[in-house]
């Protein structure tokens, strides 16, 4: 198994202190920090299609093969769930221009949401809080957003057979609320070129959906269709060893990443765990900064390293 980093902890959506680094910036930066791969958020500042042309990619692709830093994936950013057609082809479109990106950047996977809310910028750094109390889905039924989703997943699929990428859906609210909603959802399109992106994370932050028996079965039930997986949370160092602490407020659980690591390698799997720093790092009153997001990136390749060595 190896360990990738997903730009958008660079991307100056989570800071403010600093300007986003560059792709080549974060690229460097997981050479420093000993990660295997990076995987490339293919959207503004890091990729997206309107500035990544065909010779642009070419020069990424060759600055990461300088470095030894695998391309291991790239990542939409899409919502297939609204009843609008303006809205549904314009995220066709992009997600077809991210296919192309991603083949002229050599990267085999393209990961995808089902749908996704988005983001919304306040004083200079990004928050959720906004977009979670908005509804994109404008007052359609369930089965009908269900619907929406595989008509467009199928089409993405054809646009990546073709383009020799694969797509790996996310088990990623909104709409998808559990692993079983990802695996319908890819069972429905049956396309050997959608497979899954299990995230422990994602899984819920409770006591039963982090338990082991828990993370082993969605494990288990996925199995070979897992394709690529991520990692977020709060990383310190206590005494020389790398420890994770709760990171959503007034929440004590955090992700089972040791069982779920486990039973990666129980059913064989040994691509990429990409860890992303992808929430507001807010403590004490105050926001923190790029040094707080970079020490994390720091800390977390060297935890999840240890997990895999002793899993």
Sequence with gaps: MKVGLYSISYSGTWYRDKPALTVEEVIDRAKLYGYDGVEIDLKRPHGSPIDLDEARCEAIRAYADRQGIEIAAVAANNNFASPIPEHIENELLMVREQIRVAKQLGA???????????????????????????????????????????????????????AGVMLALQNHEPVIRSYTDMLDFVRWVGSPHLKCCLDAPNCGLTERTQSDEYIAQAVHDVGDLQLLTHANGELREEDGTVVMFPYEAHNPIYPNYRAFIRALKKVGYEGYINFEFCHMPFYDGKVLGFDYIDRQVELAQRYFRKLIQEA
């Design 108 to 162: 085999p996977v393209l990961r995808l949401f089902a749908a996704w809310r988005g983001i919304t910028f306040r004083n200079g750094i990004a928050s959720y809080e906004v977009a979670r109390r908005m509804d994109h889905f404008y007052d359609s039924l369930d089965y009908e957003i269900r619907l929406r989703i595989v008509d467009c997943l199928k089409e993405c699929a054809k646009w990546a057979a073709d």
